[in-house]
């Protein structure tokens, strides 16, 4: 479902990303963990060309998704990117805010999209909110919308940049809750997160970066019981 060859970024004269290889296959959970500054949010943009790549290939459900006549507003309808910032519009409702894309974007009826919607408003557990604005909802409460809002173009794969990093912590348990089903259904995801519970009870894979580069990748039994790389094992003490 996602397949990254050899994929290098540079800002000006910094190398941020350095021969990445890291493929996914439908269905699966990969959670990203690492220092501060290591690539993690960069690596997770390039899957959603949020970023150019200088050296490397990168394919989503057998799409190219560099090559230069990809439509990049196709490749977004494929793929869901759910930010440490919920990014909700601030003037509608709930309910508008997961209606959005599918009457603006991809043209479905009204009626349509609002079944559509309050079933994943549901799905999330918000179907009591949605007629309130963003403003009136806590943070736990915005990122399900941000989740439902994701979802509502069904796509094959989903990508989450630290979603609780932003959040008081006692919110932080609804918002994993949401992912963790998704994962069961069989969502093919990719999950920057520091929440190694999660990472634990979730990830097919964990996967390690430090410096631009994956150092470790292992099951997530593996990973915390024995990890290999010193600067994984420092990162496993500081988080714990
Ligand atoms: P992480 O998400 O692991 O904290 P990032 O991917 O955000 O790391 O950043 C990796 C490196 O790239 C950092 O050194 C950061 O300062 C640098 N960086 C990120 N975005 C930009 C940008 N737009 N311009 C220049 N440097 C950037
Ligand atoms: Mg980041």
């Not at 996602?2 to 290098?8: L, Q």
């Not at 809002?149 to 609804?174: H, I, K, N, W």
Request: charged residues 20%; hydrophobic residues 40%.
């Amino acid at each position: 479902m996602i397949k990254m060859k050899k994929v290098s970024k540079w800002f000006g004269q910094h190398q941020v990303l350095n021969d990445i290889d890291l493929s996914l296959s439908k269905g699966e959970v990969v959670v990203i963990c690492g220092p501060s500054g290591s690539g993690k949010s960069t690596l997770i943009r390039t899957i959603n060309r949020l970023e150019s790549i200088q050296g490397g290939r990168i394919e989503v459900d057998g799409d190219d998704i560099y090559a230069s006549h990809l439509n990049v507003n196709s490749l977004r309808q494929k793929i869901g990117f759910v930010f440490q910032q919920f990014n909700l519009f601030p003037h509608m409702t709930v309910l508008d805010n997961v209606m959005f894309g599918l009457v603006n974007i991809q043209k479905r009826s009204k009626k349509e999209s609002m079944e559509r919607a309050r079933s994943l408003l549901d799905r999330v557990g918000l179907l009591e909110k949605i007629n309130a604005y963003p403003g009136a909802l806590s943070g736990g409460q915005q990122q399900r919308v941000a989740i439902a809002r994701a979802l509502a173009q069904q796509p094959p794969v989903m990508l989450f940049d630290e979603p609780t990093s932003a959040l008081d912590p006692e919110m932080v348990g609804e918002v994993l809750q949401v992912m963790k089903g998704l994962a069961k259904e069989g969502m093919t995801m990719v999950c920057v997160t520091h929440e190694m519970g999660f990472a634990r009870e979730v990830a097919d894979r964990v996967v390690f970066m430090d410096a631009g580069q994956i150092q470790e990748i292992a099951d997530p039994e593996t990973f915390f019981t024995s990890p290999q790389h010193p600067r994984a094992q420092r990162f496993l003490s500081d988080v714990h």
